[in-house]
């Protein structure tokens, strides 16, 4: 993990995001567990795969972050704010921590950006006609469909 992103604040080390928004390393809780895939015997006798855990109803994010956040999260928050990060791509225990930490803080960064408000637009007095135009023809021609049936 970049070292630009873990910062000092307020005293306390945090996962910074922007300025602003940041998770403290009081906010997350991490679980190693046992992962399941290659490694050989190490796999069975090394606990490395990272779960990661962010109440984040309690964090100190700001609420619009944690909103967007809940969205993007979807099925990794439990039903009491719980986010949940599982790493166990990599065969040691601090990769997987890094790369779930990393996980995090994309996560985050893409909660923070605030999505374009959409501007109503009129369509051009030209494409009004274009489609006006395409619909008197196909009606046109459904017209004469139907009359070749009748006679």
Do not use: C, W
């Not at 005293?11 to 490694?39: H, K, L, M, N, W």
């Not at 855990?53 to 928050?77: F, N, Y």
């Not at 890094?98 to 374009?116: G, I, M, N, T």
Request: proline share 3%; glycine share 8%; aromatic share 2%.
């Amino acid at each position: 993990m970049a070292s630009r992103d873990i910062a000092q604040a307020r005293g306390r080390e945090a996962i910074r995001i922007t300025d602003e928004i940041a998770v403290y390393q009081t906010e997350i809780e991490e679980r190693f567990v046992r992962a399941s895939g290659p490694g050989g015997q190490n796999v069975n006798k090394v606990s490395t795969a990272v779960e990661l855990r962010v109440d984040i109803a309690a964090s100190s994010l700001p609420a619009h972050v944690k909103q967007r956040l809940a969205v993007l999260a979807g099925g990794r928050m439990t039903g009491q704010g719980v986010l949940v990060i599982d790493s166990r791509e990599h065969r040691t225990q601090s990769a997987n921590r890094d790369a779930a930490r990393e996980r995090l803080r994309q996560l985050l960064a893409q909660a923070s950006v605030r999505p374009k408000r959409r501007r109503k637009t009129k369509p051009t007095t030209g494409s009004n006609e274009r489609r006006l135009t395409s619909k008197v023809k196909r009606g046109e021609t459904k017209r004469g469909r139907r009359d070749q049936g009748e006679a």
